[in-house]
T-cell receptor, first 114, second 111 residues
């Protein structure tokens, strides 16, 4: 296992298009998180999974965003009808849970909406 | 409402001196506090943590101090090295999971 893998690393799209990102977590990690980060700000929580169950979704998350984690393995984050305000770094992290919960992050997907 | 705040966007120190990064929080329900370090084009990596029932945790050159009554924590790096130059994020979590992050402090260590 080489760490949390995210694809693609960069995505440029036109406003109104749909995009999908993929995250492959550490195989034995049962928790998977999606965060969004914009310049000058810290990672902002979007949603998380315990195995295949989506346990929490940020109330700030538009219904244009959807995430899945089929079979509790990899996860996808889809953004429909992208807007310029969606431009950000999308970070995936996984963990074993526990306290403290230490997140292992991927390198992120940088989304640019033109 | 930002529950975790890092009020200094940047800090510059000389190599060999102490770096002190600060963090304030508002939610008294946080159980653990963590520091992450981030280099450009990489995701954040875990550095050190502290439980809310402790006031100090040390790991090599890194020490985190917690003042629960003031809802304040700080990360001390001594001696600072040029390789420590990065963005440092303070984060907090509860038993329910989900870490809440501050906006980060960019540390520059000058040779």
């Amino acid at each position: 296992d080489t760490g949390v893998s995210q694809n693609p690393r960069h995505k440029i799209t036109k406003r109104g298009q749909n995009v999908t990102f993929r995250c492959d977590p550490i195989s034995e990690h049962n928790r998977l998180y999606w965060y969004r980060q914009t310049l000058g700000q810290g990672p902002e929580f979007l949603t998380y999974f315990q195995n295949e169950a989506q346990l929490e979704k940020s109330r700030l998350l538009s219904d244009r965003f959807s995430a899945e984690r089929p079979k509790g393995s990899f996860s996808t984050l889809e953004i429909q009808r992208t807007e310029q305000g969606d431009s950000a770094m999308y970070l995936c992290a996984s963990s074993l849970g526990g306290s403290p919960e230490k997140l292992l992050f991927g390198s992120g997907t940088q989304l640019s909406v033109l | 409402d930002q529950q975790v705040k890092q009020n200094s966007p940047s800090l510059s120190v000389q190599e060999g001196r102490i770096s002190i990064l600060n963090c304030d929080y508002t939610n008294s329900m946080f159980d653990y506090f963590l520091w992450y370090k981030k280099y450009p084009a990489e995701g954040p990596t875990f550095l050190i943590s502290i439980s809310s029932i402790k006031d100090k945790n040390e790991d090599g050159r890194f020490t985190v101090f917690l003042n629960k009554s003031a809802k304040h924590l700080s990360l001390h790096i001594v001696p600072s090295q040029p390789g420590d130059s990065a963005v440092y994020f303070c984060a907090a979590n509860t038993n329910a999971g989900k870490s809440t992050f501050g906006d980060g402090t960019t540390l520059t260590v000058k040779p």
